[in-house]
């Protein structure tokens, strides 16, 4: 009898089952179910064909001074046109060149063999030149000038009264000329800030032996030409009074 019973409820369970697939059916809870499960399933999208990124290639300027990148950028014409205005502002001033003998010729000086005035003879000197210069047309000005070793030896540069050249010379570097007592001619470089000879000015003083003591009178006949006088300091050596 008990075996009737379980017989009878598993017939019942089972019944109900397939009604309530019945049911589920005539609803399409099944379907339903299916793509709600497919709906939460993440999907493995499809590897995207790619294409490998390549680095931008730029431009970079090498690092250089700015000094030389500014002389760098500056164009042709842009240096052409400062050259221009440069030597219209201030032209530079040169002499000829020396030819060849007058290289030999002018060769510089034995330096070991110095010889130093006696400050008597150069007085004595300096008086003469000053007796001299008296004796010259006043309407030419003219100055004194002692030698010393820098004007005679070594550095070659002979320094101008500053007055002098302030009231009767180019204010501007020019080319002066020195013309001594037998005519010949020797270009030089004044240089009127500095107001001094120098370019040229060496050729004169080995040309004519100039020494420490010698008193030279420059005298200008033209505004850019100088008459020059020589009194020789040796004349007042070894005793010789002025």
């Given at each position: 009898?008990?075996?009737?019973?379980?017989?009878?409820?598993?017939?019942?369970?089972?019944?109900?089952?397939?009604?309530?697939?019945?049911?589920l059916?005539?609803?399409?809870?099944?379907?339903?179910?299916?793509?709600?499960r497919?709906?939460?399933t993440?999907?493995?999208?499809?590897?995207?064909?790619?294409?490998?990124?390549?680095?931008?290639?730029q431009?970079?300027?090498?690092?250089?001074?700015?000094?030389?990148?500014n002389?760098?950028?500056?164009?042709?014409?842009?240096?052409?046109?400062?050259?221009v205005?440069?030597?219209?502002?201030?032209?530079?001033?040169?002499?000829?060149r020396?030819?060849?003998?007058d290289?030999?010729?002018?060769?510089?000086r034995?330096?070991?063999?110095?010889?130093?005035?006696?400050?008597?003879?150069?007085?004595?000197?300096?008086?003469?030149?000053?007796?001299?210069?008296?004796?010259?047309?006043?309407?030419?000005?003219?100055?004194?000038?002692?030698?010393?070793?820098?004007?005679?030896?070594?550095?070659?540069?002979?320094?101008?009264?500053g007055?002098?050249?302030?009231?009767?010379?180019?204010?501007?570097?020019?080319?002066?000329?020195?013309?001594?007592?037998e005519?010949?001619?020797?270009?030089?470089?004044?240089?009127?800030?500095?107001?001094?000879?120098?370019?040229?000015?060496?050729?004169?003083?080995?040309?004519?032996?100039?020494?420490?003591?010698?008193?030279?009178?420059?005298?200008?006949?033209?505004?850019?030409?100088?008459?020059?006088?020589i009194?020789?300091?040796?004349?007042?050596?070894?005793?010789?009074?002025?």
């Amino acid at each position: 009898m008990v075996a009737a019973r379980q017989l009878t409820y598993e017939e019942s369970r089972r019944k109900r089952l397939e009604e309530n697939n019945e049911r589920l059916k005539a609803l399409n809870l099944p379907l339903l179910s299916q793509a709600l499960r497919e709906s939460l399933t993440p999907k493995s999208s499809p590897a995207k064909n790619s294409k490998p990124r390549r680095l931008r290639e730029q431009q970079v300027a090498l690092r250089r001074s700015i000094r030389v990148a500014n002389k760098a950028a500056r164009s042709q014409d842009e240096i052409s046109e400062q050259a221009v205005t440069h030597e219209a502002v201030s032209p530079k001033v040169g002499i000829p060149r020396v030819v060849a003998s007058d290289r030999i010729r002018f060769k510089g000086r034995d330096l070991s063999n110095r010889v130093y005035a006696s400050d008597e003879a150069r007085t004595c000197s300096m008086l003469r030149a000053g007796e001299l210069q008296a004796s010259l047309e006043p309407q030419y000005p003219s100055f004194l000038k002692s030698m010393l070793q820098s004007h005679v030896t070594g550095g070659f540069w002979l320094g101008l009264p500053g007055h002098f050249c302030k009231a009767s010379l180019p204010k501007s570097d020019a080319i002066m000329t020195l013309a001594d007592e037998e005519g010949d001619e020797y270009p030089t470089v004044f240089l009127a800030r500095k107001t001094g000879l120098s370019g040229g000015w060496k050729r004169f003083s080995v040309a004519h032996n100039l020494v420490d003591g010698d008193a030279l009178v420059f005298q200008l006949i033209r505004p850019t030409k100088f008459k020059v006088y020589i009194v020789r300091v040796s004349s007042f050596e070894e005793g010789n009074k002025c």
